[in-house]
Nanobody, 116 residues
Framework: QVQLVESGGGLVQAGGSLRLSCVVSGNGFSINVMSWYRQAPGKQRELVAVISSAGSTNYADSVKGRFTISRNNARNTVYLQMNSLKVDDTAVYYC??????????WGQGTQVTVSS
């Protein structure tokens, strides 16, 4: 029903910036909360940032002050602006959506690699 497609990952030097995008197709009008998760090799998947349909946001302590999540509901897109990137930010980043009837949807992920 709902499909999420991430883009914007790549290779960047420490201190640089990237902007990830997640486009929602299908039943996008039903989306309530959208999030970005990340998973580094050998580590647990962790929640990075959350945004509600009303625009309220929350962030993991490790990215506060550096990352910004936003959404454009008219374009069915959520963004993650990542500034001052660190090597420890290297991970596969996944877009996640929770519908208003509590159905979960995941993107396939986009690789972010930060070099020293």
């Amino acid at each position: 029903q709902v499909q999420l497609v991430e883009s914007g990952g790549g290779l960047v030097q420490a201190g640089g910036s990237l902007r990830l995008s997640c486009v929602v197709s299908g039943n996008g009008f039903s989306i309530n909360v959208m999030s970005w998760y990340r998973q580094a090799p050998g580590k647990q998947r962790e929640l990075v940032a959350v945004i509600s349909s009303a625009g309220s946001t929350n962030y993991a302590d490790s990215v506060k002050g550096r990352f910004t999540i936003s959404r454009n509901n008219a374009r069915n897109t959520v963004y993650l602006q990542m500034n001052s990137l660190k090597v420890d930010d290297t991970a596969v980043y996944y877009c996640h959506a929770l519908s208003r009837v509590n159905v979960n949807s995941w993107g396939q992920g986009t690789q972010v690699t930060v070099s020293s």
